[in-house]
């Protein structure tokens, strides 16, 4: 059975899509610890990030960096913390995170409960920025 972002690539779920490449998707994390908080999934399954073939893996981590400067360009923050769990859904994918403390990265944290508008806002913007890179 396909993951729940594969299903999100596919278009079977909707997404507040970010940026695209023929292997790549990056979207809006719907329970963000930040605005502006992204991931990066390749679009074929992998389920462990070390898994990834390395021709790609090189790929995924510049795709990841073009999108976290364009997020940083669009919301206020001191850095980009780039996260790699894994544990909750069973295809690899980075976490991109508008920080300005360490604090700012614990998923132990209350996620933000944004507004739809405000989802759609903030992908439009990271995408301008993106597609300007």
């Known amino acids: 059975m396909a993951?729940?972002?594969?299903r999100i690539v596919?278009?079977?779920i909707p997404s507040y899509k970010i940026a695209e490449s023929e292997d790549f998707y990056a979207f809006l994390d719907i329970n963000p610890l930040a605005k502006g908080h992204t991931l990066?999934?390749?679009?074929?399954?992998?389920?462990?990030i070390l898994d990834v073939e390395d021709n790609l893996?090189?790929?995924?981590f510049l795709f990841a960096k073009k999108v976290g400067r364009a997020i940083?360009?669009?919301?206020?923050?001191k850095r980009i913390g780039l996260i790699v769990f894994g544990l909750d859904v069973p295809?690899?994918?980075?976490?991109l995170i508008p920080i300005n403390k360490a604090s700012d990265m614990s998923f132990e944290s209350p996620k933000l409960a944004l507004e739809k508008e405000e989802f759609e806002e903030i992908a439009l913007a990271i995408?301008?920025?993106?597609?300007?890179?």
Do not use: M, W
Request: charged fraction near 30%; glycine fraction near 2%; charge should be negative.
């Open 10 to 12: 596919e278009g079977e």
């Open 57 to 60: 893996y090189k790929e995924f």
């Open 40 to 48: 990066v999934i390749p679009k074929r399954e992998v389920d462990y």
């Open 127 to 133: 995408r301008n920025a993106f597609e300007k890179l």
């Open 3 to 6: 993951t729940i972002f594969t």
């Open 91 to 95: 295809h690899a994918h980075i976490h």
């Open 72 to 77: 940083e360009s669009v919301i206020p923050c």
